[in-house]
């Protein structure tokens, strides 16, 4: 690129910031606000390079992505009281039809990213995945071909910072991969062979974030979440298979409504067989909670590419009709999802139309699929589901309809979200997607984040899922900190047209991504295996300890008496029979009479499989599980149900809000703390005449001594029953207790009696709630926002200018709260000049006190402010 292209970029990105302001587009239909002309850079084979290349390091730390940035939710706008309209009105064949396990399951990478942001593409001999920081080649076995390899200088010239994605264009049997930091770097390959084959290396310099690329008959379009002009990106696929100069163009997206973060996709084209020139088309939801959306409805625009005249028509959007939703989570907050047995609410990726919408051409028919998450429960509850779509249009580039429309949702009570879905060559649906445990769901700790996929077939009744669940694999902890996702990926097979490919991402010993191949079809005659262990499980483990597994029958045919065994750390199998018959699709316990040695102290591997012998599915026979022997802590749980226990936790740096969990181990969340120090300690309840203490085993024994004692036993509103009390009291850190070191901090309640000097006794009230201290040096609040000037004007019809003039440059937040102390909206916000600013639409609100905080959500330094709604 010349030098004036690379100057009008930079002016483009300068000036293409972010606004908080409730952003309205005119709809009308639109030109090209920048086109440049853009030389590659041709990048050698990977194979040509693997000894130079300088070896993967994994990054530990959030992504630094627009991720946090969320829509402006008018407050009482949208005031739904029933539940999704598809989960009252489930059909009767819903989840009815029993498919097969997958053929293919494995982890295809470890990241210590927060969130990883898994994708993938397949091909017809690999698969291409990648993630925040990173990527690696697989074989169509699973088999690892190269990596885990950097971003940068493997494929792209230039560092960046994450968000990878990865694309198969089957018509030019090309790889096409992006990546973003300093805008976006577009690779694509100059053979089939994503190994041997070098890249040709293109740079659009104003990308801000989460570019999406998707593949088109005569360009790969790229969508982009900012607040400039420049929504879409088109550029000129002909060329860039070839490695010529291609043009790029950026268009802006007619009539859409949105702020801060925001995904709209284009459709992409499944397989190889494209439509014609033309009609690209890119897909947006509306929630009518939103500012300037009066229904909820999908945006839809088609951008016609004229690239001889080097410019496009951005068409005006179609509003296409939708059931009403609810997409808002928590005012718009991140922090949506309460996992099992406690730690952060996770993130429902509210306001994202879902990687990737996809585009499949029939004989008499085109095909567009798309969801996006929706919560399923008016109340003020949360139940994550999945609303998706079929568009049809009757001829390329003709007015697209909604086909079908449906919200799927988890058995059992469990959440359903991070979706992806895509057609096979019959017309068939697979959709892979995350769940977890619900509010309702039974053993709730038995349902960690876990990779799962439904589907249905071509010719079911409209809007249902029909195929039964099937799990990939279960994650076995809860997601550290909110962030999760940002995305999944699912592909088909080109070589068979039938195999559906999804990587998700999970825990499961670390932070995975997990991919799983299945096919949508009638389960194979005789297959069982082991699918979990729920004994022995990490603690003081013993010379006799109990195993058992859970035996599953994924086949059609009843099995009796199949043969089992395990073994611990490589040593020879015990084997025994499992006496009885297994139904198909059965799931049932069994305990080895023969017991294992688990008491060295330290990591044990147990290994259980069965020996069918004519098991035509081999793959799914064994399960793995590890287990510590060691201190555990013990979890003393109590009923809080009335409000007792901590609604907020507050001492230090950690301020942390919390629900009723009975007990929680919210260890990912730490407070920096020094020896010799005194510190405020102040605990919200939702019930008076609590006696609390806290203990921090600084000797990280198991145990809480009196010794160990930061806080003695104090009482909050004496002789009051239900409503909210604060109290702050004195933590001190003995002098002698060495720096450096995280050790458990343990908060505890009880009800009209002092707290136990035994940490593990159970009460009838109160809670439990386990956090780490980390022993360092002394924090300070940032001067920045505590010195900074904080302004709220008011004007008519309840709207509300809010202002912080500050020297702080980081990402500031906002959020409302209502006198009860819940918080009704949230929002990231990004520096406009010298202050950061946003507009508060409480028109819709009911009347009443609320309060705005503002301020930097690292360093817990806000200023607040009183407002009353009339």
């Not at 952003?23 to 002309?37: C, D, G, K, R, Y």
């Not at 040709?200 to 104003?206: E, K, L, P, S, W």
């Not at 019959?426 to 709730?444: Q, V």
């Not at 920045?784 to 709207?799: C, D, H, K």
């Amino acid at each position: 690129m010349n030098l004036k292209n690379y100057f009008l970029l930079f002016l483009l990105f300068v000036f293409a910031i972010n606004s908080n302001a409730q952003e309205s587009t005119p709809n009308v239909a639109m030109q090209a606000n920048i086109s440049v002309e853009v030389t590659p850079e041709y990048i050698p084979s990977i194979a040509s390079r693997l000894a130079d290349l300088p070896p993967y390091v994994d990054v530990v730390k959030e992504a630094a992505d627009k991720r946090s940035l969320g829509n402006t939710i008018i407050i009482g706008k949208d005031r739904q009281t029933q539940n999704d309209y598809f989960v009252r009105n489930a059909h009767e064949s819903s989840q009815s039809v029993r498919v097969a396990p997958p053929t293919i399951v494995f982890d295809a990478y470890t990241s210590g990213s927060s969130p990883t942001d898994p994708s993938m593409a397949v091909g017809p001999n690999h698969v291409f995945v990648v993630f925040n920081t990173g990527f690696a080649i697989y074989d169509k076995s699973g088999a690892l071909l190269a990596g885990p390899l950097s971003p940068n200088p493997t494929i792209f010239p230039s560092s960046g910072c994450c968000d990878l994605t990865a694309s198969y264009d089957a018509a030019a049997d090309r790889w096409v991969i992006t990546f973003l930091g300093g805008g976006a770097q577009v690779a694509v390959s100059d053979g089939p062979d994503p190994i041997n084959d070098g890249w040709y290396n293109y740079n659009i310099g104003a990308i801000s974030d989460y570019q999406k690329l998707s593949v088109w008959s005569d360009g790969y379009y790229m969508t982009d979440n900012t607040g400039s002009s420049n929504k879409v990106w088109a550029m000129e696929r002909a060329e860039m298979l070839i490695g010529n100069t291609a043009q790029i163009l950026g268009f802006n997206l007619p009539g859409i409504q949105t702020s801060g973060f925001y995904s709209p996709q284009a459709l992409n084209v499944s397989d190889a067989n494209m439509p014609a020139f033309g009609g690209a088309t890119f897909l947006y939801l509306q929630d009518d909670a939103w500012g300037g959306v009066a229904t909820d409805h999908v945006k839809l625009w088609t951008l016609d590419m004229d690239w001889a005249a080097g410019n496009g028509t951005m068409n005006a959007a179609i509003e296409l009709p939708a059931t009403e939703f609810i997409s808002v989570f928590d005012g718009g907050s991140f922090s949506n999802l309460a996992q099992p047995g406690g730690g952060a609410d996770i993130d429902a990726l509210q306001a994202t139309i879902m990687n990737q919408a996809q585009f499949r051409k029939f004989d008499t028919y085109n095909s567009a699929l798309f969801n996006f998450v929706v919560d399923t429960d008016a109340t003020s509850g949360e139940l994550a589901g999945v609303r998706w779509f079929e568009l049809r249009q009757d001829v390329d580039n003709g007015p697209w309809s909604v086909f079908q429309e449906g919200t799927y949702t988890a058995p059992d009570g469990r959440h359903a979200w991070h979706a992806s879905m895509i057609m096979d060559g019959e017309g068939n649906i697979g959709m892979g997607y995350t769940s977890m445990a619900g509010p309702t769901t039974p053993n709730p700790t038995d349902f960690r984040v876990s990779s799962y996929y439904t589907g249905r077939f071509a010719d079911d009744p409209n809007g249902v899922m029909t195929v039964n669940e099937e799990i990939i694999a279960a994650g076995n902890t809860n997601v550290p900190g909110l962030r999760y996702g940002d995305y999944s990926k699912i592909d088909i097979d080109p070589t068979d047209d039938t195999t559906f490919w999804f990587i998700n991402e999970y825990l499961n010993n670390g932070r995975k991504g997990v991919v799983g191949a299945f096919q949508l079809t009638p389960p194979i005659p005789n297959d069982i295996g082991v699918n979990g262990m729920p004994n022995p499980s990490t603690g003081l483990l013993t010379a006799t300890e109990n195993i058992e597994i859970t035996i599953r029958n994924f086949g059609s045919n009843d099995i009796t008496d199949p043969e089992v065994q395990y073994s611990v750390d490589g040593d020879s199998p015990t084997i025994e029979t499992y006496i009885g018959t297994i139904l198909a699709g059965e799931t049932v316990n069994y305990t080895f009479e023969t017991t294992a040695d688990l008491s060295e102290p330290g990591d044990h591997t147990i290994i259980a499989r069965t020996d069918l012998s004519g098991d035509s599915n081999t793959a799914n026979d064994e399960y793995t599980k590890s287990v510590f022997n060691g201190t555990v802590y013990c979890n003393p749980s109590m009923d809080c149900s009335f409000g007792d226990g901590f609604t907020n936790v507050t001492v230090s740096d950690l301020n942390h809000d919390s629900g009723c969990e009975g007990y929680a181990d919210f260890t990912e969340f730490s407070a920096e703390l020094a020896p010799g120090e005194s510190y405020d300690f102040t605990v919200t309840t939702g019930y008076g005449d609590q006696h609390v203490k806290v203990w921090i085993d600084f000797n990280d024994d198991g145990t809480f001594s009196d010794d160990e004692t930061v806080v003695p036993n104090f009482i909050i509103a004496p002789g009051s029953g239900a409503g909210t009390f604060t109290e702050t009291v004195t933590l001190t850190i003995p002098e002698s207790i060495p720096s450096g070191n995280p050790h458990r901090m343990r908060v505890k309640s009880n009800w009209q009696a002092e707290v136990s000097d035994n940490a593990c006794d159970v009460s009838q009230y109160g809670e439990t709630e386990d956090y780490t201290a980390n022993m360092g040096i002394l924090g300070l609040e940032d001067p920045t926002i505590s010195q900074a000037e904080f302004t709220v004007l008011t004007s008519p019809n309840n709207q509300f200018d809010v202002t912080l003039t500050t020297e702080f440059d980081g990402v500031a937040s906002i959020a409302i709260f209502n006198v009860l102390g819940q918080m009704i909206a949230y929002n990231n916000l990004e520096k406009q000049g010298d202050r950061f600013e946003y507009h508060l639409d409480m028109s819709y609100a009911d009347a009443g006190v609320y309060f705005i905080r503002m301020g930097d959500n690292s360093s817990k330094t806000y200023k607040s402010a009183k407002i009353i709604v009339k």
